[in-house]
């Protein structure tokens, strides 16, 4: 069966159409995935060592700047080195597996290559020290993460969510506070 010159140009429009909605449902697709993982809707990425929030926080009373040392004093809250958690760990639940994972850091003399959950555009400025300073609790950007056996992002931390904790709290607005 032969094709008429139509029928072969109605063909390659409809096969040029499907080309051009595939690459777009793909990118469609592509963000939506992203948008969901910024949403709490999709599994975090995987950690070198399990670190049980609720036990440290809920179950030991430690509140966040006590791992998270430079929250008051600097741009970021940063993570603990090693050394930080053998304060306790080299005595206490040596025989959990995940201490185990721990000093075999420490013996090595690594860093634990943590997974980075909480991130914002590099043209962004955020300075955890005046969030802090001003009373901004750590759940109201990062969540009840002191109930959470995997840390997940559960706010979008995009403008709108930012912009909107502003006004609500009388903070500034001005665009070059944030983008810098």
């Known amino acids: 069966m032969s094709l008429s010159p139509a029928q072969k140009t109605t063909l390659r429009r409809l096969a040029l159409a ?22 709490g809707q999709l599994p975090p990425p995987p950690q070198p060592i399990a670190f049980p929030h609720p036990t440290h926080v809920l179950g030991l009373g430690l509140a966040c700047n006590f791992c998270h040392e430079t929250v008051e004093q600097a741009r970021g809250a940063g993570v603990p080195p090693v050394e930080k958690c053998l304060t306790c760990h080299r005595q206490i639940a040596r025989e959990r597996p995940e201490v ?15 997974v980075r959950i909480h991130q914002l555009p590099e043209f962004i400025y955020f300075s955890h020290k005046r969030h802090v300073k001003a009373g901004v609790g750590c759940d109201s950007c990062h969540g009840p993460v002191a109930v ?3 840390v997940r992002q559960v706010r979008t931390l995009n403008m709108g969510f930012c912009v909107g904790c502003h006004v609500k709290s009388g903070a500034s607005r001005d665009c070059a506070i944030c983008h810098q």
Not at 18 to 39: N, P, Q, S
Not at 100 to 114: F, N, T
């Open 100 to 114: 185990q994972k721990l000093l075999r850091y420490w013996d090595e003399q690594q860093p634990i290559s943590w």
């Open 148 to 150: 959470m056996t995997e």
């Open 18 to 39: 499907a080309l051009i909605l595939g690459h777009f449902g793909f990118f469609i697709l592509a963000v939506g995935v992203v948008g969901l993982y910024r949403a």
